[in-house]
């Protein structure tokens, strides 16, 4: 594997001594290695990633997409008169063309990007100050791109965040039984189905324009945002690929969805699985307060319900991908999207129940 690396690096430029390469494992699609090189008298790190091309059919626009929205930010970011280079991510060009590389018959398609020095990544933290800070990054992402032309956008999975698609896929997946394994289920199917109502709200406001598309992350896990070792302060949105048209609640709501949870994605214990009020208060406080003023009213009025909508969305695209043999999401063990999906839903009920509380917490920031 070493060897392949290095090879990659050496296509996107990369000059000095290669020294190791170490595997990073969050994140349930792409294929993601930390590269070390040594030049110039000090060690340089880098990001080589392969793109998962069953879930992103066409990688290429997915890059495009990434650059164009980089070059966005770093723009703005220099009008305030302050260097780009921690704060958004650098994508290489391959030394023929364009910001990819293609290793054919299969060996996949690979990006790499600057590893941005002295940052932490959190997969779960209990520190608010950290949640706090998560907030205000995906707040600052979405005032970066207010004015950035959506429809230049491809549409890197098309219906991702369609809830009432998401529930046409999940009832033809029940209907197939590819996995044989629906008889194991059957509970888990009932209470998404019930849920179904509830959760496509939202979609259905924006297609009455009761709320507007926005350019939005649409994966807006606290692993995806890159924090300054030291200080704690947020630095970058990471994790690109998904950035399209979207809700703004649905940004929002997926960050509630992973960092609120008292547990992990895929606790097994569902009497400890809760939304932990103290982090939905801070990750809330710090988005509220950074891009709050800019919402509409309905917008204001629905970001809770954007929370329960990605929770209830995400834990039946688990369930879906366990009747469909697990095709999608990566898993660690046989039972791995159940217990992923049998998690969100704990999560989801338990947001139900304090609904009214986590709308009067929106309320206290806005
Ligand atoms: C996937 O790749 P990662 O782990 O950031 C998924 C998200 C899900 C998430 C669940 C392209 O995100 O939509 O919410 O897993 N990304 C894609 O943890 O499907
Ligand atoms: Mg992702």
Same mark, same amino acid.
């Given at each position: 594997m070493d060897k392949k690396i290095e090879f990659l690096c050496r296509k996107f430029g990369i000059e000095g001594e290669y020294l190791r390469y170490e595997l990073v494992t969050n994140g349930h699609i792409n294929t993601t290695y930390k590269v070390y090189f040594f030049r110039d008298n000090e060690e340089k790190d880098y990001i080589l990633q392969r793109i998962n091309t069953y879930v992103f059919k066409n990688p290429v626009e997915v890059m495009n997409n990434i650059s164009s929205v980089t070059e966005y930010i770093r723009a703005k970011i220099k009008q305030g008169g302050i260097s780009a280079k921690r704060f958004v991510l650098h994508y290489y060009k391959n030394v023929d063309d364009g910001n990819y590389y293609i290793i054919g018959d299969q060996g996949g398609f690979w990006r790499l990007c600057r590893y941005i020095d002295d940052s932490v990544t959190f997969n779960e933290t209990d520190n608010l100050t950290v949640l706090e800070e998560s907030g205000k990054a995906f707040g600052n992402f979405q005032l970066h791109l207010a004015d950035y032309p959506a429809k230049s956008l491809h549409i890197a999975i098309p219906h991702f965040h369609n809830t009432v698609m998401r529930y046409q896929t999940f009832k033809e997946s029940i209907e197939r039984n590819d996995s044989g394994r629906r008889d194991n289920v059957l509970p888990e199917i009932e209470e998404y189905l019930a849920l179904e109502e509830f959760s496509t709200r939202m979609y259905k406001m924006q297609k009455r324009n009761e709320l507007p598309l926005r350019v939005t992350h649409n994966d807006t896990k606290c692993n995806n945002v890159l924090f300054d070792a030291t200080t704690f302060e947020n630095l970058a949105v990471i994790d690109l690929d998904t950035v399209m048209p979207g809700l703004v609640a649905f940004d929002f709501g997926d960050s509630i969805r992973f960092a609120g949870?008292?547990?992990? &994605? !895929? &606790?097994? !214990? =569902?009497? @400890?699985? @809760? =939304? !932990?009020m103290a982090k939905y208060e801070a990750f809330t406080r710090g988005f509220v307060k950074t891009v709050g003023h800019t919402l509409t009213q309905n917008e204001k009025d629905t970001l809770a319900l954007g929370a329960v909508t990605m929770t209830v969305e995400c834990g039946m695209r688990f369930l879906t991908d366990y009747l469909d043999g697990d095709k999608y999401f990566k898993v660690e063990y046989d039972n791995h999207n159940l217990d992923r999906a049998r998690c969100q839903l704990a999560l989801a009920k338990d947001m139900i129940a304090h609904f009214d509380e986590m709308n009067a917490i929106v309320k206290k920031y806005l």
């Open positions: 949870n008292t547990c992990k &994605e !895929d &606790e097994t !214990d =569902l009497s @400890k699985v @809760k =939304l !932990d």
